[in-house]
């Protein structure tokens, strides 16, 4: 079974903080996401990776930087939280294109991330 | 714009009951949909997927359908049980599997 897992189930920082949210996924997996979610609005995509070493912006990147430096593992990096980066965040992780027409986003658990 | 629109917000049921949830899209190019299940707490999993190609598919309970000419898609829940509640996320995917575009997904709840 594909595992993507994230660190932190829940979290609790101060405004101010910098804070890091890791996500690692054992399936050699290409394409890692990571994605807040909140009521009403769905998930919405802060930051994608398509390789090692390789970024993309979403729809939402401000306040929010990433790295990955190895293909197994995902970081999300908020450089000085803030209260309206409350929210659950998501981590997924799926196979280039190219091995699977009709690949599947595998979904961590979760981290639900207070900021105070 | 790729937007994905769910209906409705949410919904509450009796055990046993049958129900269909409802998801349009303007998405281009299209690759497939899926719709996930999403359990309060934990990560959305997949329960269908529909290629452009599909008109009907079903996983135990659950049947989605596909029409692309009219870019919408359903979820039939039948025969509902407890374990059903959750939110339902339909998710269509664009640019050959790079992108996956989320609507905001159905609230369900199913009460005894």
């Known amino acids: 079974d594909v595992k993507v897992t994230q660190s932190s189930r829940y979290l609790v920082k101060r405004t101010g903080e910098k804070v890091f949210l890791e996500c690692v996924q054992d399936?050699?997996?290409?394409?890692m996401f990571w994605y807040r979610q909140d009521p009403g609005l769905g998930l919405r995509l802060i930051y994608f990776s398509y390789d090692v070493k390789m970024k993309e912006k979403g729809d939402i990147p401000e306040g929010y930087s990433v790295s990955r430096e190895k293909k197994e593992r995902f970081s999300l990096i908020l450089e000085s939280a803030s209260t309206n980066q409350t929210s659950m965040y998501l981590c997924?992780?799926?196979?280039?294109?190219?091995?699977?027409?009709?690949?599947?986003?595998?979904f961590g658990q979760g981290t639900r991330l207070t900021v105070v | 714009k790729n937007q994905v629109e769910q209906s409705p917000q949410s919904l509450i049921i009796l055990e046993g009951k049958n129900c269909t949830l409802q998801?349009?899209?303007?998405?281009?190019?299209?690759?497939?949909l899926r719709w996930y299940k999403q359990d309060t707490g934990r990560g959305p999993v997949s329960l269908t997927i529909m290629t452009f190609s599909e008109n009907t598919k079903s996983n135990g309970r659950y049947t989605a359908t596909l029409d692309a000419d009219t870019k919408q898609s359903s979820l039939h829940i039948t025969a509902s049980q407890l374990s059903d509640s959750a939110s339902y996320i339909c998710v269509v995917t664009l640019n050959y599997g790079q992108n996956f575009v989320f609507g905001p997904g159905t609230r369900l709840s199913v009460l005894p």
């Open positions: 399936m050699d997996h290409e394409n």
């Open positions: 998801c349009n899209y303007t998405v281009s190019p299209f690759s497939n």
């Open positions: 997924a992780s799926s196979l280039w294109w190219s091995r699977a027409l009709n690949t599947e986003a595998f």
